[in-house]
């Protein structure tokens, strides 16, 4: 799991990768037929405690309804949930380092409670803040990420914008795994980077960005560090069929299209919601 190691900090203090901002290369029209790239920078980002994040809202969401902040379940402040472990309305105060588009931090979101988490068959935390999209947007200019609330297709450009490095990584989607394992976790369905998305420890949380939409498709959670197979730190990719394979230094994410489904109005969670396929307490 991409969570800060010390050796992570190390590497990035030697390669002097970890305190200027990237952003994504907007390229130029060849005139092909391929979509246009919108340039993708850290607005709407946030920076954990020691994990990566993003304000998100759902392509219905309306600008009064409470803002959600977007990570990965291993990174909530309790404790990684056990397999097979459903965390719902759970109180929390946790804060946010809310980013503008260069990366500076402009202020702190707190949550009010831990909407929904989990890592069984996905790696995914919502958290509900105290404020509203158009409350944040008054205050600081800055707009919420939308969700996308279709599965991304392979070969998608995309960017992952770390808001604990201040950091964007730009790659395109290889595939999707039918099962990744690490230790005790499964998940469906995972997101496959090429290989220039080499995340480090921090980037969890980190929301994948279609560069042709700047909509929200994945968030990143993961990547095969020492070449083992299925412990953690090192997920191993489950066929069909039950065929394991090892990908050393490749990276991962979770799909977010099915979020949206299962918050409706006034950005309630509705886990019995039609198509809502998150797994249940």
């Known amino acids: 799991m991409n969570k800060p190691l010390l050796a ?14 990237a952003v994504a290369a907007t390229g130029t029209d060849s005139g092909s037929a391929a979509p246009a790239v919108k340039a993708v920078n850290f607005a709407g980002t946030v920076a954990l405690s020691n994990c990566s994040g993003s304000v998100i809202r759902m ?101 992952v914008v770390s808001g604990y490095w201040k950091r964007i990584y ?44 700047g909509r929200v498709v994945a968030v990143n959670n993961t990547g095969n560090e020492d070449g083992q197979s299925c412990t953690v730190n090192n997920p191993c990719e489950v066929d069909a069929n039950g065929n394991v394979t090892v990908r050393q230094g490749i990276n991962y994410a979770q799909q977010t299209y099915t979020l949206a489904a299962c918050f409706g109005l006034d950005n309630k969670l509705d886990l019995y919601a039609s198509g809502c396929v998150l797994p249940r307490p």
């Open 8 to 21: 992570a900090l190390a590497a990035l203090v030697i390669a002097g990768a970890g305190a200027a901002p």
């Open 170 to 213: 730009n790659c395109s989607v290889d595939g999707f795994v039918y099962r990744l394992r690490e230790g005790g976790w499964t998940w469906k369905d995972s997101l496959r980077y090429t290989s220039a998305c080499n995340t480090v420890g921090g980037t969890s949380g980190s929301p994948v960005i279609d560069q042709s939409t």
């Open 59 to 159: 392509p219905d969401s309306a600008d009064d309804d409470p803002a959600l902040v977007l990570t990965n379940g291993h990174c909530l402040e309790t404790g990684m949930p056990d397999p097979g472990e459903v965390v719902v309305d759970q109180p929390s105060t946790r804060s946010f380092s809310l980013l503008n588009s260069s990366g500076t931090r402009v202020g702190t979101l707190r949550a009010s409670k831990i909407a929904y988490s989990t890592m069984t068959d996905t790696d995914v935390a919502v958290y509900q803040l105290t404020r509203s999209y158009a409350s944040i947007r008054s205050t600081y200019g800055i707009n919420a990420l939308t969700l996308n609330d279709t599965h991304p297709v392979a070969g998608t450009a995309i960017s």
